[in-house]
């Protein structure tokens, strides 16, 4: 693994995602200090199967209905 800064970063950008394809990990710091990691994605990602939520998920009746006048006060703050 190795670590870079965000000026070093931003700058060589492709030749790091080229790296991590190639299964390294990359730390990106500020002034030293580790603020994120670039890994490899791992296998494949799930296909989305519609409807896989039913009967987990459940939207109330007034789902529709206008939202109380207290609520409503909240977001003209």
Known sequence: MITVNIHEAK???SRLL???EGGEEITIAKAGKPIARIVPL?????K????S???RI?????FLEPLP????EGFEK
């Open 69 to 72: 006048e207290y609520i409503l």
């Open 48 to 51: 989305r199967i519609p409807g």
């Open 18 to 20: 080229s790296r991590v």
């Open 11 to 13: 700058t060589h950008f």
């Open 58 to 62: 459940v939207i109330s009746e007034d």
């Open 53 to 55: 939520a039913k009967k």
């Open 42 to 46: 791992t296998g494949k990602t799930e």
